[in-house]
């Protein structure tokens, strides 16, 4: 069972707004993954991390940043939200090494009007 | 370029009818095959992790079955609770990211 918590759940915001979605995980993981995914679509990876102060961005260009300060926190945050941001934004993480499973959270729902 | 293929997009079963699911890859060294179910508006639940063509996993009604080129996800008498989106996804070469595929969306009728 993983315990890799995001908040929001769900968000409403207005174009133009600054938000940051949270990621924790207590399995002391050192990777960490933001995926996005569409409705119907395929998941895709947008940043990840190995491990504190390391980012990198994913096969998916976003406009959205993130930080790891802290093993166990993965905010990513987009300066100035779009509808085109709309979307789910899933945070995972892995013990490492290929073939590591990874594990998922529940997921963030944004929309942007 | 690695491609996963889920097929088919959508099944319908009623209850019992046992199916199975396709995930055919193209990678560049597989290290890993992963299938997770989601339920709706939720995340990716880990299933089953394969590593060699001929490796086979089971849990509950579910079987995971793999070859060279493809994985099948088999379900022996479904139940209305297994209903949900199914998706694999593949690990390759020296990178741990995971390369998923659109998913089955599964329905499961009493």
């Known amino acids: 069972e993983a315990d890799i918590y995001q908040t929001p759940r769900y968000l409403v915001i207005g174009t133009g707004k600054k938000i940051t979605l949270e990621c924790s995980q207590t399995?002391?993981?050192?990777?960490m993954y933001w995926y996005q995914q569409d409705p119907g679509m395929e998941l895709h990876l947008i940043h990840y991390?190995?491990?504190?102060?390391?980012?990198e961005k994913g096969d998916l260009s976003s406009e959205s940043t993130v930080s790891r300060i802290r093993t166990e926190h993965f905010p990513l945050t987009l300066e100035s939200a779009r509808p085109s941001h709309t979307s789910q934004y899933l945070c995972?993480?892995?013990?490492?090494?290929?073939?590591?499973?990874?594990?998922f959270g529940e997921g963030s729902w944004l929309t942007v009007v | 370029e690695d491609q996963v293929t889920q097929s088919p997009e959508a099944l319908r079963l009623q209850e019992g009818e046992s199916s199975s699911l396709n995930c055919s890859y193209t990678v560049s060294g597989l290290r890993g095959l992963f299938w997770y179910r989601q339920d709706p508006g939720k995340g990716p639940e880990f299933l089953f992790t394969l590593y060699s063509a001929g490796e086979e996993k089971e849990k509950e009604r579910l079987k995971a079955t793999l070859t060279k080129k493809e994985s099948f996800l088999h379900i022996t008498a479904p139940k209305p609770e297994d209903s949900a989106t199914y998706l694999c996804?593949?690990?390759?070469?020296?990178?741990?990211?995971?390369?998923f595929g659109t998913g089955t969306r599964l329905q499961v009728f009493p």
């Open positions: 996804a593949v690990q390759a070469g020296n990178t741990d990211k995971l390369i």
């Open positions: 991390s190995y491990g504190v102060n390391s980012t």
């Open positions: 399995m002391g993981h050192d990777k």
């Open positions: 995972a993480s892995s013990s490492g090494g290929v073939g590591n499973t990874i594990y």
